[in-house]
């Protein structure tokens, strides 16, 4: 479904937009589904009217094991159904639009034997069954560092759900000036794991700026050519500003760099952190220009 042939744009930060309007410090953000769903919807349609061909939902923490800190884990299926249903909503009866719902890591590490395989992949296979309910039409496993977690995530959606399962990771560079996940995975590492575990389309999010995830998508594709690969970039990477962190990149810096982007071999690309329907209107209006170059 979402591999379509032509690049194609996805939305941008939520946590930023929820924030903006009143989700509070301590606050469960993933709660904003059921007590807000008017808000989060909204911001769902807002990324679609900025030109996003997917839209993700507000579900990045609503998993049982994160949503234990706040008293919620009994109520993971609820909240999850209602993330999906809300930005299914936003998505309407627009044509191509898809939902590419949203689920985080779980906090918890396999290494240090705080939790088992077993225990991921029934929380993750609980998220994914609700968030097709909701009316996802693919799971996205983000901001992943451990191939172990990923893949029990992936395996979750893939024998539970219809859904297509696309799969990112994190990464930061290191003084000798390649890229590697907290768990000392490299990119193309990590993109074997998630191939290998069945997702659909492989990439990395967060943690970067665009201009950083050039050299994170070129060693991808040098490995794996035929692979569909997403990017959600953060605006920059954050500086403190009064005590809060400021993502600065604008969107016109953004938007600069997607044709290098596109051409070290992108597929699908949106925003992570400190990003807003600006930057995805920019980054949609450089996609629309290359024409038929933005083929794959």
């Known amino acids: ?21 009143g989700l509070q410090p301590g606050e469960c953000p993933d709660l904003w589904s059921v007590t807000h769903h008017g808000e989060v919807e909204d911001i769902a349609g807002s990324y679609l009217d900025a030109g996003a061909d ?11 094991f994160k949503l234990k800190h706040y008293g919620l884990q009994e109520r993971a299926a609820e909240i999850n159904e209602a993330a999906a249903r809300a930005s299914k909503s936003a998505v309407g009866g627009r044509p191509s639009k898809f939902v590419i719902a949203s689920a985080g890591p779980t906090g918890e590490m396999l290494i240090t034997e705080d939790v088992t ?27 992943m560092s451990d191939a172990g977690e990923c893949v029990c995530a992936i395996k979750a959606a893939k024998e539970n ?25 490299s990119p193309a590492d990590a993109a074997r794991a998630a191939l290998d575990a069945g997702a659909d389309i492989i990439g990395t999010n967060c943690g970067n700026g665009i201009e950083r995830m050039i050299d994170i998508v070129r060693e991808i594709k040098t490995a794996f050519p035929d692979a569909c690969i997403l990017v959600h ?43 807003t329907p600006a930057h995805i209107a920019a980054i949609r209006k450089i996609v629309d220009g290359l024409g038929a170059r933005a083929k794959y």
């Open 161 to 185: 759900t219809s859904l297509e399962v696309l799969a990112t990771f994190t990464f930061d560079m290191t003084a000798q000036g390649t890229y590697r996940t907290m768990m000392g995975l």
């Open 233 to 275: 970039a953060n605006a920059g990477l954050p500086v403190s500003v009064d005590g809060r962190d400021v993502f600065p990149e604008t969107p016109e810096i953004m938007a600069g760099h997607v044709e290098r982007l596109i051409d070290a071999g992108a597929n699908i690309i949106g925003g992570c952190c400190g990003t």
């Open 1 to 21: 479904m979402l591999k379509s042939g032509k690049i194609l744009v996805s939305d941008g930060a939520w946590g930023t937009l929820l924030q903006s309007r």
């Open 54 to 64: 997917m839209v993700q939902t507000n579900s990045f923490g609503a998993n049982r």
């Open 117 to 143: 395989e077993d225990e991921l992949y029934e929380a993750f296979k609980e998220q994914a069954a609700a968030l097709e309910r909701g009316g996802a039409d693919a799971l996205c496993v983000e901001t």
